[in-house]
Every structure is written in C-alpha cells, then in structure tokens.
C-alpha cells in the first residue's frame, strides 16, 4: 500500500450503485476509484494497481471473471466479488478464477465492510513477508511452528489431514474457502471429486472444536460452496 | 424442422412408388384415369399429414410417375397430350389445397389445447399476482414512504425520529429481498425439471448452516438440536434442504412469540432418517391445516406478519423433488411440530478417507 488509505477499485455498471460503495468506501477511510466496463477495469489495473477490487460479475463488454483472471494473472490483490448471482455454481466459478470472497446483492455495508477489512488484512500479511506463528480465536488456539492446538488451553490432538485442513481456512479465516481448495489441501489431486471425505473430516474437526457442533462457533458451512473460519 | 422435412420427403417417395406398384399391377384392368384417381388417393394423404411443399412435390411426383409408367409411349416422358396435362394440374390443386385444409385444422386443435392450458395457468397467475404485489407493496410502500419523510422533513425530526425511519427502511428492504428470493426459487422449482446435485451430507451441517442463516431471527427464541449419533449421511442436494430447514425455521421464528422454545430432533428409524421441528408456541390454527403447504397460505391474515407465503410450498417442492414426506400437525400439549422423513439410504464407505 503506496498510502495509508487502501485505494479500491470498484467494476460496476450500475451508476447508482457505484454511488453506494463511494460514499460506504470514503466514509470508512478509502480510496474510491471506478471502472464501468471489463475493458477499463483492466487498463485501470494495470496503470494504476488498487489495494483492492470489488467486482460485478455482469458487465456490458463480458464477464467480470475476465476482470479476477487478468488482476490474479500478475498480482495477489484481495478481490472480493459483490454480484447479484446467488448461485452456488457462479460462486464457485468467481472463487476458482481467484476471487478472495463474494457477496451477494442486496448487501449490507456492515457485511460488505467486514468481508473488505478482511481481505486488506490478509493482504497486509502476505505483503509483511512474514508467516503467522500463530491463530488465535476465542478460545482457540493454533500455534503454527509447533503444530499444537489448544482450546481453552487443553491440547487437542488433530489427525494430519485434520491438521491440514485447519491451516487450510486458517490462511484464509474469514473468507470462504471451497471444498475443491480444502480437497487438494487436505489429499492433493486424487479425492477432488471425492466431498463426503471433506464432509466427513468436517464434522470431525467440529466434534473436536466445537462446543455444539451443530451450532458452530468456529467452522462454518457455506452449503455448496464451501467453509468458512470465523475471523472475529 | 429439417429433419422432419427431409422424413416427409421420402415418405412422398414412398407413397408415389406405392401407388405406381398398385397401378402396375392393376393397369391391364384400369383406364388412364382411374389410374390418376390412385395417385390422387396419395396425394390427399401427403397432403393431410405433411407440409405444402411436400404436396405439391407428391402432386409433381405422381404426374411424372403417370405419364413416365402408364402414357404411351411407355417409359418416356410426353407432356404432349392437353388431357393429361389437365389430370396433372388437377393433382396439383387438390395437393394444394387440402395441404391447406390440414394444416388450418392442426393449427385450430393446437390453439384449442393452448387455451385450455393457457386458462389454467391464468386462474394461478392471477392469484399469485394478487398475493405477490401485496407482498412486495407493503415493504416497498414503507421503504418508500420512509425515505421520502426523510428527504422533506429531516429538519423537523429528531434524531431518535430519523434513526427510526431510516432502520425501518433497512429492515422492510431486507424483508422485500427475502421475499423476491422464495419467489425466484418457486419459479425455478417449477420452472422445469429440476437437476438435484445429491452429494452426501451429514444432517449436523445442513441443520448447522441453516440455523446460522436463521441465527438473527431467531435471537428471541430458545433452539436446541439433539442429533442421535446413529444418523448416517443424506445422499441429497444441501443447497435445496438447507433451503428447506430454514423455511422451517423461519416460519416457526415467524408465528411463534419471542420465549418459543423450538427444537430439533434427528433420528434413524428402520427405513427412515425423521427430523421433527417442533415449537411449544400457538400451534396451526385448524381451518389452516389442509392448505398449510400451498401457496400463498399464511397463518395471519393481510400484513400483520410479514412474509411472501411461498416458505413453505417451497418446503414441500424440495421434499417431493427428493421423495421425502414432509408433514405437519399439533402436539397434543399444544405447539406445531413438522416431519421430514428422509428414506434411508446407504452411505458411502469412507474407510479409504481414512488413511490418515
């Protein structure tokens, strides 16, 4: 971040809903700039590199995930999908092209603000260079260099896979995750078609982190999408 | 269509050498024209079951067939002779027009089975329009008359007096949006056949997820799950039966006072995996029951509770799409249970995920 304000980039076609997410962005301590179309998302990309982009996904010249592919092509940038679409099959699609998150409209800007803070977040991260040492989350616990987890300081013992899920949604807590990017986390390549093992692992996991794990504080579902950790 | 027009083409061929066939053998006992009333036999036949074109080219067909087979000179090709050109203008006309006839008719008893169907899609779509635009009225007239008030006299109000109008206008659009939802999702169940994406899925996650979605309209009441460690897996698509649970929820958020306990309760019988949702509130009045999961049916009459009356219609679809039974009554102390009865299945073997 060249300022202290994140600059956003937000590709819609809508004027009055770009009017919206100005006055929301610039009331919150952002940058507002604005791209109407695929074309201009990308030039305005590429001359001017936003801290983040928030994307339509129908736009008068095509389809946003032209605008996620060609932002992801050279760049990590957090972009988070703010679409109309609430089909599960059109969010898998935006998040594989590499979308970070995606809300769907009508949105609240309490919800649209949080899922934006979280995506500067990790971005802040990875730009510090550094790797966390540790998770923390109300009572959990979750110290990466020495691979323990704790809840309410009682160790809980993980199996691999388990493990590796867990660091899977913890590098994205806060954002949802799909169930083929937790697939190839937790078995590589070969289970990809394979959901009832993740489902399986799941309610593993919540069993072992959760209070009620019909009521998760922690592990959420985002049904025929994917999970998502809480952030806060 | 081209295809179906390249059949009738050669169904023509068909019929043309089939009347030739006939009139070769019957030739040494027949005159020229009633030779020619055989060919015209054909060419009403096309006629009434093709297009014009293929007509006419059975009417041409059948006239080149006559002269070519059965005029002296035989096997030869004479249009010479004005009568026989005449039996060819008049195979000609007949093809035409009862082409024409025909396909006036068929057009005639489509259009009648259109009406009929027309007209009971119409007696749905009135009641529907009725039902939607009051529905969708009442949250916009309060978005709208919010907003305005807003615009004209923000001077005159207090404070407290804005913030007020201004959260009404944030929660009657939240509402109208839930409302343009269920309408979206009963046009798409019963748009065509629905494609189910059946996947396994544990009852705790479905039930979880749709808990959560609810999570904000339920803060008033006290829920509880008790899931029996016996239940398998649900080969189903999540996205529908979360949709389903939490139309469940939402209603029994909706007609039951703030202090409602609702649970959930899973449990494997022999053959079936049960979830009863059931609530100690005021239960199904009776005149309400049989129509409990038809459109449009709400417990309260006009605007009182808010609500598009499509959730749980939408229940009930989801449920058939998976044959599963969904039903609903009152406990006998008091309060609306329902049940769905999901059929038992047997889940996958997960052992191989197991190497861990």
């Known amino acids: 971040m060249t300022e202290a304000r994140p600059l956003v980039l937000v590709v819609e076609d809508e004027p009055q809903m770009r009017r919206v997410l100005r006055l929301t962005l610039e009331s919150n301590g952002m ?36 605008v996620i592919r060609a932002a992801r092509e050279d760049s990590s940038v957090p972009i988070v999908v703010l679409s109309a679409r609430s089909q599960e099959s059109d969010k898998i699609a935006a998040l594989d092209a590499g979308a970070d998150d995606y809300v769907t409209k009508p949105f609240s800007a309490g919800e649209l603000l949080a899922r934006l803070r979280v995506g500067l977040r990790h971005a802040a991260a990875r730009a510090s260079g ?37 660091i899977c949604l913890i590098a994205k807590a806060g954002q949802v995750v799909t169930h083929s990017e937790l697939l190839r986390a937790g078995w590589g390549a070969a289970k990809l078609d394979q959901q009832h093992y993740l ?22 579902t985002e049904t025929g999408v994917g999970y998502r950790l809480s952030a806060d | 269509m081209l295809h179906s027009r390249w059949r009738g083409y050669a169904m023509i061929t068909l019929i043309v050498a089939a009347g030739t066939a006939l009139n070769w053998v019957l030739s040494r006992w027949l005159t020229l024209t009633d030779l020619a009333m055989v060919y015209l036999l054909g060419v009403i036949v096309a006629a009434a079951y093709f297009e014009r074109d293929a007509s006419i080219a059975c009417a041409v067909l059948s006239f080149i067939a006559l002269d070519f087979f059965f005029v002296p000179p035989y096997l030869t090709l004479h249009f010479t002779h004005s009568e026989h050109l005449i039996t060819g ?43 939607l635009s009051h529905d969708l009225r009442t949250p916009l007239a309060v978005i709208a008359g919010s907003a305005s008030t807003l615009r004209e006299n ?68 006290e829920v509880a799950v008790r899931i029996s460690p016996d239940v398998p897996m649900i080969h189903v698509d999540g996205v529908l039966i979360e949709k389903l649970f939490v139309n469940l929820l939402e209603n029994a958020a909706r007609y039951t006072p703030p202090g409602t306990h609702v649970t959930i309760g899973v449990s494997r019988s022999d053959n079936h995996v049960d979830v009863i949702l059931e609530d100690d509130g005021p239960g199904i009045p009776d005149a309400l029951q049989p129509h409990l999961f038809e459109k449009f049916t709400r417990a309260s009459s006009e ?36 049940v769905l009865s999901i059929p038992y299945s047997v889940p996958p073997d997960a052992t191989e995920s197991q190497h861990d």
């Open chain 1, 199 to 220: 489902r399986i692992y799941m309610t593993g996991l919540r069993r072992k982190l959760e209070l009620d794990p019909a009521r998760p504080t922690y592990l959420h």
């Open chain 1, 31 to 66: 940058r507002y700039t604005e791209a109407i179309s695929v074309r201009e998302a990308i030039s305005k990309i590429r001359a001017q590199p936003p801290d983040l982009i928030i994307a339509d996904l129908a736009l008068p010249d095509g389809e946003g995930l032209r």
């Open chain 1, 130 to 166: 550094e790797s966390p040492e540790a998770f923390t989350l109300l009572d959990l616990r979750v110290d990466i260099l020495q691979r323990r987890v704790t809840l309410r300081n009682v160790p809980v013992h993980l199996t691999p896979i388990e493990y590796r899920l867990l």
């Open chain 2, 303 to 338: 605007g009182a509770v808010a609500g598009s009356g499509l959730g749980l219609s939408i229940c009930r679809a989801v449920a058939q799409l998976h044959e599963m039974e969904l039903s609903a009554d009152n406990k006998p102390q008091g309060g609306a249970r329902f």
């Open chain 2, 89 to 131: 203008i008049v195979l000609l006309i007949v093809g035409v027009s009862t082409s024409a006839l025909a396909a006036r008719v068929r057009a005639e008893m489509q259009r009648a089975t259109r009406a009929a169907v027309l007209a009971s899609e119409e007696q749905l779509r009135n009641s529907l329009l009725a039902s």
């Open chain 2, 154 to 221: 923000r001077s005159r109000l207090s404070t407290e007096e804005q913030n007020q109008l201004l959260e009404q206008i944030v929660e009657q659009s939240r509402i109208m949006s839930l409302d343009v939802s269920d309408v979206l999702e009963m046009t798409r169940l019963h748009a065509g056949p629905v494609i189910l994406d059946r996947q396994w899925h544990p009852l705790e996650e479905l039930i979880g997820a749709a808990l959560e979605r609810c999570k904000s309209k339920l803060l008033d009441h």
